[in-house]
C-alpha cells in the first residue's frame, strides 16, 4: 500500500482536518470540551502570543508539561512559527531539565506551577538565557473543578521576579506573518537517554510526524477515525504519546481523551465512563487494566483498536489481556506494534486477523524492514537472527548536534537509500512478519519509560562512599523490570539515601528501587564489569 503524503506542516495538516470536522471534539480533558474549531482558535492565539515573545523560525522551545491542553496548544501553536518544540518529561530531575535546555539551545521552557520551583532552579545555571513561562491546569478545567484545585495544591513557593506568566502572553500582538515552512522541516525534538552517555536529541521533521498519523491510521484497518477516542494516556515527550495519542487523533478527526496523570483509578473510571475506541498503551498499562476491579462487569464492546508498543508484550501477558478482553465483550484483541523514537515511535504493527506468535506484525505502509549483520549493511536470508533495520518516511533527520552517532545509525545500503539501524535484534520470516528477539544496547524499560543505566551509574560514582557501582534491569510483573543498583563502598546508604540523593539528576521513574552491596562486581577478560553475567543471575 502506498499512500499520499501532503507536503504540509504538522499544524497544517490539523488544520485541514478541522475544516472538515469543525464541530467534533478535538479533545476533552477533565470533563471540557473543545471543538477542532476552537482548538484552532486557540493555537492561533498561542502562535500570536509567543511571537510577541520574540520567537522566531529557527528557534528551539522546551515543553515540560504533562498532556493537558496547554502542551497541544504549544506545540502546534510553536511549530506555526517554525520553532523547534523540545519535549520533556516533567517529572525530570533538575539538572536533566538543565541538560535539556542547554543542549537544545531552548529560549523558553514551558511547565506548569508544580513543576516551576525546580525549573527555575535549573535555569539559573544555563549557559545561556532561556526564559521560564508558567501555567496552571486550573485555567483549563471547567468551572466546578476550578473551585476544587486551589485546595489540592500542596506547595507554594515564589518564583523568579522574570517568570513570564502564559496568560500575561495573551491578547497583545496579533498573528504575525508566517514564515513559509518545509515538510522536512524539524518540528519537534525528543531526548532518548544515552547507552553510554549523556541523552542525544533526536530531529523529527514534520513530514515523519504527519506520515506517521497516516500510516497508524491506514494500519488501524478502519477507513476514517473521525468521530472515534483515543484514550491518550501516554505522555507527549514520548514518541508513542505525540505520535499516536495526539497527532494521529488529530489528523484523523478523533477526539483525545487527555490524561494528565495515570493511575489504575482514573485510568479505569475513564475506560467505563468514556468509553474510549482507542487504547494505546505500554504492557504494564494494560497490565493494570487487568487488576482494576472497577472494570471487572463493563462492557467493552465500544473498542475498535487496542494497541501495545513501548516495550516486548510477553505472550503470557497477551493471552491474559485477550481473556479479559473477549470476557468483557470486546470486538478486538490487542495488536503489539514495534518502533524506536528514531522513526517517532510505531513502524511495525500486529495486521487485523493475521496474528503469529511471538511476532511483532508486519512493517506499516510504505515502511521497510530488513535484518542485516549486527553493525554492518549485509542483509540476513528470512529467518535469521540479526539487526533490524526500517527505512521510510518516518526515520528521523538526526541527531542534535551528533553527526558521529548520527553516522552510526543511519547508513546507506547497497539500493541507495538510508536505513536506520535500531540496535535491536529479531527476525522476518517468508511472509514479511518481525520477530523481536531483544536489544543490542544497554537499557532498561520500566513501566514504558526509556531508562539508561550509565546515566544512573554517572550519578551514583560522584557519591564520594562509591569505589564502583552497576545497574541492571530485573524481570518485574507490573513494571516490566525494575531498576537494581549494586554497589561496592562505605558506608553503606539505604536506598531512601540513595533515592533522595539522585532526585536531583535522575528523574523519579528511573531511580533505583533496590540498592545491593557487594564486596566486589564481576568482571569481564577486560576488566569491565560484566553487567550481563549480572542480569542472567538476577532474571535467572
Given at each position: 500500500?502506498?499512500?499520499?503524503?501532503?507536503?504540509?506542516?504538522?499544524?497544517?495538516?490539523?488544520?485541514?482536518?478541522?475544516?472538515?470536522?469543525?464541530?467534533?471534539?478535538?479533545?476533552?480533558?477533565?470533563?471540557?470540551?473543545?471543538?477542532?474549531?476552537?482548538?484552532?482558535?486557540?493555537?492561533?492565539?498561542?502562535?500570536?502570543?509567543?511571537?510577541?515573545?520574540?520567537?522566531?523560525?529557527?528557534?528551539?522551545?522546551?515543553?515540560?508539561?504533562?498532556?493537558?491542553?496547554?502542551?497541544?496548544?504549544?506545540?502546534?501553536?510553536?511549530?506555526?512559527?517554525?520553532?523547534?518544540?523540545?519535549?520533556?518529561?516533567?517529572?525530570?530531575?533538575?539538572?536533566?531539565?538543565?541538560?535539556?535546555?542547554?543542549?537544545?539551545?531552548?529560549?523558553?521552557?514551558?511547565?506548569?506551577?508544580?513543576?516551576?520551583?525546580?525549573?527555575?532552579?535549573?535555569?539559573?545555571?544555563?549557559?545561556?538565557?532561556?526564559?521560564?513561562?508558567?501555567?496552571?491546569?486550573?485555567?483549563?478545567?471547567?468551572?466546578?473543578?476550578?473551585?476544587?484545585?486551589?485546595?489540592?495544591?500542596?506547595?507554594?513557593?515564589?518564583?523568579?521576579?522574570?517568570?513570564?506568566?502564559?496568560?500575561?502572553?495573551?491578547?497583545?500582538?496579533?498573528?504575525?506573518?508566517?514564515?513559509?515552512?518545509d515538510a522536512n522541516e524539524p518540528a519537534v525534538l525528543l531526548y532518548s537517554g544515552g547507552t553510554t552517555g549523556k541523552p542525544k536529541g533526536i530531529l523529527l521533521s514534520h513530514r515523519n510526524l504527519n506520515a506517521l498519523a497516516l500510516q497508524t491510521i491506514a494500519a488501524s484497518g478502519w477507513d476514517t477515525i473521525a468521530g472515534d477516542t483515543m484514550l491518550s494516556v501516554m505522555p507527549m515527550f514520548h514518541g508513542f504519546g505525540l505520535g499516536i495519542g495526539i497527532h494521529t487523533a488529530l489528523v484523523g478527526g478523533a477526539c483525545c481523551l487527555l490524561v494528565p496523570r495515570f493511575t489504575v483509578d482514573s485510568y479505569a473510571k475513564l475506560v467505563k465512563t468514556r468509553k474510549p475506541n482507542f487504547i494505546p498503551g505500554v504492557p504494564t498499562l494494560f497490565a493494570a487494566l487487568l487488576q482494576a476491579e472497577s472494570l471487572q462487569n463493563t462492557?467493552?464492546?465500544?473498542?475498535?483498536?487496542?494497541?501495545?508498543?513501548?516495550?516486548?508484550?510477553?505472550?503470557?501477558?497477551?493471552?491474559?489481556?485477550?481473556?479479559?478482553?473477549?470476557?468483557?465483550?470486546?470486538?478486538?484483541?490487542?495488536?503489539?506494534?514495534?518502533?524506536?523514537?528514531?522513526?517517532?515511535?510505531?513502524?511495525?504493527?500486529?495486521?487485523?486477523?493475521?496474528?503469529?506468535?511471538?511476532?511483532?506484525?508486519?512493517?506499516?505502509?510504505?515502511?521497510?524492514?530488513?535484518?542485516?549483520?549486527?553493525?554492518?549493511?549485509?542483509?540476513?536470508?528470512?529467518?535469521?537472527?540479526?539487526?533490524?533495520?526500517?527505512?521510510?518516511?518516518?526515520?528521523?533527520?538526526?541527531?542534535?548536534?551528533?553527526?558521529?552517532?548520527?553516522?552510526?545509525?543511519?547508513?546507506?545500503?547497497?539500493?541507495?537509500?538510508?536505513?536506520?539501524?535500531?540496535?535491536?535484534?529479531?527476525?522476518?520470516?517468508?511472509?514479511?512478519?518481525?520477530?523481536?528477539?531483544?536489544?543490542?544496547?544497554?537499557?532498561?524499560?520500566?513501566?514504558?519509560?526509556?531508562?539508561?543505566?550509565?546515566?544512573?551509574?554517572?550519578?551514583?560514582?560522584?557519591?564520594?562512599?562509591?569505589?564502583?557501582?552497576?545497574?541492571?534491569?530485573?524481570?518485574?510483573?507490573?513494571?516490566?523490570?525494575?531498576?537494581?543498583?549494586?554497589?561496592?563502598?562505605?558506608?553503606?546508604?539505604?536506598?531512601?539515601?540513595?533515592?533522595?540523593?539522585?532526585?536531583?539528576?535522575?528523574?523519579?521513574?528511573?531511580?533505583?528501587?533496590?540498592?545491593?552491596?557487594?564486596?566486589?562486581?564481576?568482571?569481564?577478560?577486560?576488566?569491565?564489569?560484566?553487567?550481563?553475567?549480572?542480569?542472567?543471575?538476577?532474571?535467572?
Amino acid at each position: 500500500m502506498e499512500l499520499q503524503y501532503p507536503d504540509l506542516t504538522v499544524t497544517e495538516h490539523v488544520r485541514q482536518t478541522a475544516r472538515q470536522y469543525p464541530t467534533l471534539t478535538a479533545y476533552d480533558f477533565m470533563g471540557k470540551r473543545v471543538s477542532f474549531k476552537t482548538l484552532m482558535a486557540h493555537i492561533d492565539q498561542t502562535a500570536a502570543a509567543f511571537a510577541g515573545m520574540g520567537l522566531i523560525r529557527g528557534d528551539t522551545v522546551a515543553v515540560c508539561l504533562p498532556n493537558c491542553p496547554h502542551a497541544v496548544e504549544a506545540f502546534y501553536g510553536l511549530s506555526m512559527l517554525g520553532v523547534t518544540v523540545c519535549m520533556i518529561h516533567p517529572l525530570s530531575a533538575p539538572d536533566e531539565i538543565l541538560y535539556y535546555v542547554n543542549h537544545s539551545g531552548s529560549k523558553a521552557l514551558i511547565t506548569l506551577d508544580q513543576f516551576a520551583k525546580k525549573a527555575a532552579q535549573a535555569l539559573a545555571k544555563a549557559d545561556h538565557h532561556c526564559s521560564l513561562v508558567v501555567t496552571t491546569v486550573k485555567e483549563q478545567l471547567p468551572c466546578f473543578k476550578r473551585l476544587v484545585y486551589p485546595l489540592i495544591q500542596k506547595e507554594k513557593f515564589p518564583l523568579p521576579a522574570t517568570t513570564v506568566r502564559w496568560r500575561s502572553l495573551f491578547g497583545h500582538s496579533p498573528l504575525p506573518e508566517l514564515p513559509t515552512l518545509d515538510a522536512n522541516e524539524p518540528a519537534v525534538l525528543l531526548y532518548s537517554g544515552g547507552t553510554t552517555g549523556k541523552p542525544k536529541g533526536i530531529l523529527l521533521s514534520h513530514r515523519n510526524l504527519n506520515a506517521l498519523a497516516l500510516q497508524t491510521i491506514a494500519a488501524s484497518g478502519w477507513d476514517t477515525i473521525a468521530g472515534d477516542t483515543m484514550l491518550s494516556v501516554m505522555p507527549m515527550f514520548h514518541g508513542f504519546g505525540l505520535g499516536i495519542g495526539i497527532h494521529t487523533a488529530l489528523v484523523g478527526g478523533a477526539c483525545c481523551l487527555l490524561v494528565p496523570r495515570f493511575t489504575v483509578d482514573s485510568y479505569a473510571k475513564l475506560v467505563k465512563t468514556r468509553k474510549p475506541n482507542f487504547i494505546p498503551g505500554v504492557p504494564t498499562l494494560f497490565a493494570a487494566l487487568l487488576q482494576a476491579e472497577s472494570l471487572q462487569n463493563t462492557d467493552l464492546s465500544f473498542l475498535k483498536g487496542v494497541f501495545s508498543g513501548g516495550d516486548r508484550l510477553s505472550p503470557a501477558l497477551k493471552k491474559q489481556v485477550d481473556a479479559f478482553l473477549r470476557q468483557h465483550g470486546s470486538p478486538v484483541p490487542i495488536r503489539e506494534g514495534y518502533g524506536t523514537t528514531e522513526c517517532v515511535t510505531a513502524s511495525c504493527l500486529t495486521p487485523v486477523g493475521r496474528e503469529k506468535e511471538g511476532s511483532i506484525g508486519l512493517p506499516y505502509p510504505d515502511m521497510e524492514y530488513t535484518i542485516t549483520l549486527p553493525d554492518s549493511v549485509t542483509p540476513l536470508p528470512p529467518d535469521t537472527e540479526g539487526e533490524i533495520c526500517l527505512t521510510g518516511p518516518t526515520v528521523m533527520l538526526g541527531y542534535l548536534n551528533d553527526p558521529d552517532s548520527t553516522a552510526k545509525v543511519l547508513k546507506i545500503h547497497d539500493d541507495g537509500r538510508v536505513w536506520l539501524h535500531t540496535g535491536d535484534l529479531g527476525c522476518m520470516d517468508e511472509e514479511g512478519f518481525v520477530y523481536f528477539k531483544g536489544r543490542m544496547k544497554r537499557m532498561i524499560i520500566t513501566n514504558g519509560y526509556n531508562v539508561y543505566p550509565a546515566q544512573i551509574e554517572e550519578a551514583m560514582m560522584g557519591h564520594p562512599s562509591v569505589k564502583d557501582c552497576c545497574v541492571i534491569g530485573v524481570n518485574d510483573p507490573m513494571r516490566g523490570q525494575r531498576v537494581r543498583a549494586y554497589v561496592v563502598g562505605e558506608p553503606a546508604l539505604s536506598l531512601q539515601e540513595w533515592q533522595a540523593y539522585l532526585a536531583q539528576s535522575i528523574a523519579r521513574y528511573a531511580l533505583p528501587k533496590e540498592v545491593v552491596y557487594q564486596q566486589q562486581l564481576p568482571k569481564t577478560a577486560v576488566g569491565k564489569v560484566a553487567y550481563r553475567l549480572l542480569e542472567e543471575e538476577a532474571n535467572g
